[in-house]
C-alpha cells in the first residue's frame, strides 16, 4: 500500500480564501484522523471518522473549519474563509481499528500559510 | 482531557551513546496505550514504540526501550547507541489522540 496520501503537501492562500485539504486513508483502515500541528499547541486533533462516519468533532476550533467523509478511501478538510492564524501543518492520519490501541498511519502533511 | 507532559523541549547525544526522553501524563484509567512517535525534518510521523498499560514488562523495539512507571504515570524512551539518523522530534502520545508538545533530538557526529 502507498501509505496515507494527502493533497497537497504545500499551500499558500490570501486571507479569506477558500482552502480544501485532501486525504486518502490506507485501504481497509477504519478510522481516520485530522490533526493539526503548530508549534505553540503542539498535535492537536481535530476530529476522527469511524466507517467514514464523524464521531468527535470537539477539536475543530470554529466553525470556519468543517471535515467530510463522502467514502472510505476519501476525506477534506475545508477552512472558509481562511485567516492567518489557521497557517500550520495538518496531518491526516488512518488506524485499522480498535481506536485507542491501534497503531496511526500518517501522511505527509499539508503546510498551510495563510497571508 | 488527559494531559501529556514532555517537559525536555530539545536534547542532544553523542553519536554512539544513550539518551532518555521524558514523558509524564495525567489519567484516571487503569488500562490505557501510550505510544512514543519520531517526526524527522521529512515531517513524517512514525510510530516508534507502543506499551500497554496493563502488561509490566517495558516494550522494546530494537534500540528503542521504554521504562514505563505506572504508578508515577511516567514513560520515558531510551534510546542507544544512537545514530545520526535518530535525529528528529519525538512525541509522546497517550490513547493515541493525546500528544505531548515535543523533545527535539539533535545527534552530535
Known amino acids: 500500500d502507498a501509505g496515507v496520501i494527502q493533497s497537497p503537501r504545500h499551500e499558500v492562500t490570501e486571507m479569506g480564501q477558500e482552502v480544501t485539504l485532501r486525504c486518502k486513508p490506507i485501504?481497509?483502515?477504519?478510522?481516520l484522523f485530522w490533526y493539526r500541528q503548530t508549534m505553540m499547541r503542539g498535535l492537536e486533533l481535530l476530529i476522527y471518522f469511524n466507517n467514514n462516519v464523524p464521531i468527535d468533532d470537539s477539536g475543530m476550533p470554529e466553525d470556519r473549519f468543517s471535515a467530510k467523509m463522502p467514502n472510505a478511501s476519501f476525506s477534506t478538510l475545508k477552512i472558509q474563509p481562511s485567516e492567518p492564524r489557521d497557517s500550520a501543518v495538518y496531518f491526516c492520519?488512518?488506524?485499522?481499528?480498535?481506536?485507542?490501541?491501534?497503531?496511526?498511519?500518517f501522511g505527509p502533511g499539508t503546510r498551510l500559510t495563510v497571508l | 482531557a488527559q494531559t501529556v507532559t514532555q517537559s525536555q523541549p530539545e536534547m542532544s547525544v553523542q553519536e554512539a551513546e544513550t539518551v532518555t526522553l521524558s514523558c509524564t501524563y495525567d489519567?484516571?484509567?487503569?488500562?490505557?496505550?501510550l505510544f512514543w512517535y519520531k517526526q524527522p525534518p521529512s515531517r513524517q510521523m512514525i510510530l516508534v514504540i507502543r506499551?500497554?498499560?496493563?502488561?509490566?514488562q517495558n516494550a522494546t523495539e530494537n534500540r528503542f526501550s521504554v521504562n514505563f512507571q505506572k504508578a508515577a504515570k511516567s514513560f520515558s524512551l531510551k534510546i542507544s547507541d544512537s545514530q545520526l539518523g535518530d535525529a528528529a522530534m519525538y512525541f509522546c502520545a497517550y490513547n493515541q489522540f493525546y500528544f505531548g508538545t515535543g523533545t527535539s533530538l539533535t545527534v552530535i557526529p
Open positions: 506499551q500497554e498499560a496493563y502488561k509490566q
Open positions: 489519567t484516571s484509567e487503569s488500562d490505557y496505550y
Open positions: 492520519a488512518s488506524s485499522l481499528d480498535w481506536l485507542i490501541a491501534d497503531t496511526q498511519y
Open positions: 485501504s481497509g483502515h477504519d478510522y
